[in-house]
């Protein structure tokens, strides 16, 4: 039955974005509205991250929300990259003064923060798209598929990458910046443990290759294949066998098991600049997309969600001023470039350029020269495990 109802802020997508924004306003008593066209079952199936920054933990941990992610999941401490027969372990853990990553799979998190929140008594809408979305001076509304109508003073768009949010944006209200990069992945999840207790990342001659924990029982890979190539090239048994290939080191076994999901990779990046337009706030995956290299799409996502309920707090107690609320923007910004740059810094590193593609041999040796650096130089390790782990949460 369609409705019309009305609301402080009315969120888009019930993604890791939307739903810690929804869980720190509840906590703050701002009346909110989560929408998103998934039903819970379809949200907590999907498979993707796994890798959640020390700042990440801390949030979940702040919303009362992290009793789960701590007694499952698993402190993340070190990296292991291999690299023409040799192998350096980093632990990021031991540079950044003891903080780390945890592993817990994105879909755990997406159930816990959905859980907390509709336990809290947080209005959470399932299982109806947003059409269509109108803002005037005084607000915004967001047309639903079923016909209803919801009325709200700020919209924060958490509706991922091909959401309405960054559809409406208006001509010229912001500038987008992409990249494609010139490699592709086969990613995939297999019924195996882990072969190692960290993450390793190979680069060799037949093309990268990552092993990513996710849990006990489950482990992600991934595999640089050539450009183009789609998944039904790729049978399981050809992936064990570049696995076992390129993975490979002397007295190191591959753990096995039936592969669960394979999906092609895009590999882009984009930010869009502001990540706002007038009353509408883009937030995670709906402002800027990331390399996967370095687990850092949800962290963002996260950190934006943080930001933005900070300046909507600033906001109210300046009077709703607009000077304050541009401020999610201006401090949004630098840290996604700094993931950016990072990501792309680590993907670069450890990628076999096609023997064609211009300067190859001169680019490997680029390569060959940041992980030597990375395995001698304390200065450099230091600088990479801060960029790994991630900033400080907001407030330290
Ligand atoms: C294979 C893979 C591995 C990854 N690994 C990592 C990792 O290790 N670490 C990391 O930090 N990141 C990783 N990422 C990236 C991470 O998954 C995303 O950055 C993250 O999901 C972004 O969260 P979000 O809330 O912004 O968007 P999403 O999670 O995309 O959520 C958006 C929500 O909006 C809803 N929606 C969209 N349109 C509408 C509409 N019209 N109406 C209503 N609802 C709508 C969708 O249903 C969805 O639930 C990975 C991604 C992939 C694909």
Redesign the pocket.
């Known amino acids: 039955m369609p409705y019309e109802a009305t609301t402080r802020v009315v969120i ?7 739903l810690t924004l929804g869980n720190l306003l509840h906590a703050r008593q701002v009346p909110c509205v989560v ?4 039903d819970r079952e379809q ?1 907590v199936g999907r498979t ?4 959640l920054e020390y700042r990440t933990v801390e949030t979940i941990r702040r919303l009362g929300l992290a009793d789960r992610l701590l007694a499952e999941g698993h402190r993340h401490t070190g990296c292991e990259f291999r690299f023409t027969d040799q192998r350096t372990y980093t632990d990021f853990s031991e540079l950044y003064d003891g903080r780390a990553h945890h592993v817990y799979p ?1 879909q755990e998190v997406v159930a816990d923060l959905l859980d907390g929140l509709v336990k809290a008594g947080g209005d959470v809408r399932l299982g109806v ?3 269509r979305l109108e803002q005037t001076a005084d607000g915004v509304t967001v047309h639903l598929a079923d016909g209803s109508v919801i009325h709200g003073d700020y919209l924060a768009g ?7 949010a960054r559809a409406s944006t208006p001509a010229g209200a912001t500038t987008e910046y992409e990249m494609r990069h010139e490699f592709q992945w086969l ?1 995939l999840t297999a019924a195996a443990a882990p072969s190692a207790e960290w993450t390793i990342y190979a680069q060799h001659e037949r093309g990268f290759a990552g092993h ?1 924990l996710r849990s006990d029982t489950v482990t992600r890979f991934h595999l640089q294949v050539p450009v183009g190539d789609t998944v039904e090239s790729w049978s399981d048994d050809r992936i064990w066998d570049e696995l076992r290939a390129r993975l490979a080191h002397p007295g190191w076994t591959l753990n096995e098991g039936p592969v669960l999901t394979k ?1 092609m ?1 895009d590999m882009r990046s984009r930010v869009a600049e502001p990540m706002q337009y007038g009353r509408v706030f883009l ?4 402002a800027h997309i ?1 390399s ?1 290299s370095g ?7 996260v950190a934006d969600a943080v930001e933005l309920d900070r300046v909507l707090a600033e906001a109210d107690l300046a009077g709703g001023d607009p000077a304050a609320l541009d401020a999610y923007s201006e401090r949004r910004v630098p840290d996604v470039w700094k993931a950016q740059e990072f990501s792309h810094a680590l993907l670069h590193m450890m990628h076999t350029y096609e023997d064609e593609a211009p300067e190859a041999a001169f680019r490997q040796r680029l390569q060959q020269s940041r992980l030597w650096q990375l395995a001698t130089s304390d200065a450099y390790a230091r600088s990479f495990a801060a960029s790994y782990i991630g900033p400080l949460p907001v407030g330290g």
């Open positions: 888009l997508g019930a993604g890791p974005a939307g929408i998103d066209k998934f949200l993707r991250a796994g890798l994105q798209a947003a059409e958490a509706d991922g990458q091909h959401g309405i990613t990513l999906n990779l937030v995670g995956d709906a990331i996967p687990g850092k799409g949800l962290n963002l996502a």
